[in-house]
């Protein structure tokens, strides 16, 4: 739910005639958001909150886009982040601006386009009131669905104001869409290509001519927006496309990509994931390779993508089977360990899409690459650190039972005291004096990457794992 705007500071001018006093002239959109981004810049502040793992890519693009007052789309596949960039646009406009009260447009009272406005500024003068408007009042979201007509977006006749009296002929018989009340402000429309072609072919004259005609009118607005999209490539869009005229008049094309690293990918987790119960950085590190692992497999369809969703859904998978386990064992707190990566596979199977003939084997797939991803998050953290004393305590009997039903402590004392343990617990981050369940994780972690690699057994029904011999 959006938090409504905060009230406007009581000291700000009320009038036009107050306005022009202070001092204030109308600015453009594109130059308020130039003149804000390179004070940002030049401030060393960052402009991008929230937007992780662009700074080297496409921000740079970004800037320079925004810089030149071109409009912009975003071509990338699902969950890259392009949404969340678009939306902090407003971050860039002023925090307050000047309207003039009442108006249909957010109109500046200094400068008003629409016939009454015109009309209201002459007869008032200075005594034109004037309300200020918050700057996430000012950005404007649509997401493009076949059935968003040309009146939606841009504006039709209103047949209330003609039955009240007024004749078709008359302008201000126009109820406006969505673009024309976003005057000074900023259009974002998501999925682009879904919009139809003879709907996009409306939004011709606003990007080039920074107009609107409306069911052959005469009335002409001289909009001032700043339009930004995003899309798919159309390489796989079957659904549509960005019809061609329509292309061109956006002044920057930009691809937008999933994060490059693993530490961008858990960074993202950690911004964006809800966790019920507490995820180490190991097994966020096993989670972000797993998603990158899944965007190099053969087996799952790349031309729809594994969106960085996946990664943050499988972390709050992971988090809620550590506290539904945390609730069977009474353990406290909840923390998750890699016997709560088995959730995941089952769990998130339908948000991807796999290859044709891969039917059947899709748990298959995943369990697979998932095992992969435990094996290189051990390889890194585990690196030079010798495994073999808790690989030999387990052949010498002390089996070790882990599961739904298995507090930490329990897989903690299955063990000999070894000076390895602890070395294990602190290269995963967990000093001796944690919660034992932290611990056990670490210790998880190990026995794990000792059966994959062939050192230790494992034996699993429904709700317990056993590593021996």
Known sequence: MTASPPAPPSDLPRTAGALRAAGHTPRGIRTEIHDNLLGALRAGENPWPGIVGFSRTVLPQFERALLAGHDVVLLGERGQGKTRLLRTLAGLLDEWTPVIEGSELAEHPLAPITPASRRRAAELGDDLPVSWLHRSERYTEKLATPDTSVGDLIGDVDPVKVAEGRSLGDPETIHF??????????????????????IQVALLNVMEERDIQVRGYTLRLPLDVLLVATANPEDYTNRGRIITPLKDRFGAEIRTHYPLDVAAEVDVVKQEAHLVAEVGDPLLEVLARFVRNLRESAVVDQRSGVSARFAVAAAETVAAAALRRAALTGEQPAVARPVDLDAVPA???????????????????????????????????????????????????????????????????ALPELPVLHEVAQRAGVSADEPPGRIASAVELALESLYLARQLAKDADDTTTVYGP
Not at 189 to 198: F, K, Q, V, W
Not at 351 to 367: A, M, N, S, T
Not at 376 to 405: I, K, Q, W, Y
């Open 177 to 198: 869409g969505l673009v024309p009340r976003a005057h000074r402000g900023i259009v974002a429309i998501n999925e682009l290509p879904d919009l139809a072609e003879r």
């Open 347 to 413: 769990v998130l199977r339908g948000k991807l899409e796999f290859e044709p003939g891969e039917e059947g084997r899709e748990i298959e797939h995943l369990v697979h690459l998932l095992r992969r991803a435990i094996a290189e998050t051990a390889r890194e953290r585990f690196a030079g650190l010798d495994l073999r004393p808790l690989a030999e305590a387990v052949a010498d009997g002390n089996l070790v039972a882990t599961g739904e039903r298995v507090p930490g402590r329990d897989v903690l004392s």
